[in-house]
């Protein structure tokens, strides 16, 4: 949402405020021109949708390695896909997934999510977990090397947003440790 509303001038600030922080660029790219433009301003990662055009996919990856900064570009999943495009995405260069849970999976994250996300991790993928994840459904990815989990929603909807992000991050520590 801050890409939507300010742009990439948003980017350039937090970079310059934070040089030594991680960003990632959660754009949802579906056009090379768009990657590249987010490229230059040196977020670490870059998200791109899995139902972009491969060779979207491939232009923006071969640019993050050219620019031989360390950026990455990440597939977050939408929609329809296999896991012989994920296949074909590590084979362009991809390094990363964002496992965003299936909207026809409804409830508590379960066995199917965790058998994915192990496949993609066994395939040598970074994971990062999304999609409606709360405290109560952490359990279910204990354990599993996943580079992270996102509790938007469930920590942003809590009566107190900040108590309910610690309380995750307490459990966080405690299943993975």
Same mark, same amino acid.
């Given at each position: 949402?801050?890409?939507?509303?300010?742009?990439?001038?948003?980017?350039?600030?937090?970079?310059?405020?934070?040089?030594?922080?991680?960003?990632?660029?959660?754009?949802?790219?579906?056009?090379?021109?768009?990657?590249?433009?987010?490229?230059?301003?040196?977020?670490?990662?870059?998200?791109?949708?899995?139902?972009?055009?491969?060779?979207?996919?491939?232009?923006?990856?071969?640019?993050?390695?050219?620019?031989?900064?360390?950026?990455?570009?990440?597939?977050?999943?939408?929609?329809?896909?296999?896991?012989?495009?994920?296949?074909?995405?590590?084979?362009?260069?991809?390094?990363?997934?964002?496992?965003?849970?299936?909207?026809?999976?409804?409830?508590?994250?379960?066995?199917?999510?965790?058998?994915?996300?192990?496949?993609? *991790?066994?395939? =040598?993928?970074? !994971?990062?977990?999304?999609?409606?994840?709360?405290? @109560?459904? &952490?359990? /279910?990815?204990?354990?599993?090397?996943?580079?992270? *989990?996102?509790? =938007?929603?469930? !920590?942003?909807?809590?009566?107190?947003?900040?108590? @309910?992000? &610690?309380? /995750?991050?307490?459990?966080?520590?405690?299943?993975?440790?």
């Amino acid at each position: 949402m801050l890409l939507l509303t300010e742009g990439l001038r948003a980017v350039n600030m937090v970079r310059a405020m934070y040089p030594g922080k991680l960003i990632v660029t959660d754009f949802k790219c579906v056009a090379p021109h768009f990657g590249s433009e987010i490229l230059k301003r040196d977020t670490n990662y870059l998200t791109v949708l899995s139902q972009a055009e491969d060779n979207v996919i491939e232009s923006i990856t071969q640019e993050a390695a050219k620019r031989a900064r360390g950026q990455e570009v990440q597939i977050e999943l939408y929609g329809s896909w296999k896991f012989d495009d994920a296949e074909k995405w590590l084979n362009m260069g991809v390094s990363h997934i964002v496992y965003s849970r299936p909207r026809s999976r409804k409830g508590l994250w379960g066995d199917p999510d965790r058998r994915d996300i192990s496949q993609f *991790i066994d395939m =040598g993928f970074k !994971v990062t977990a999304t999609g409606g994840i709360s405290y @109560e459904s &952490l359990d /279910v990815l204990a354990g599993l090397p996943v580079f992270a *989990i996102i509790c =938007g929603r469930s !920590v942003r909807n809590a009566p107190n947003p900040a108590s @309910e992000a &610690l309380r /995750v991050k307490r459990r966080i520590i405690e299943l993975w440790s």
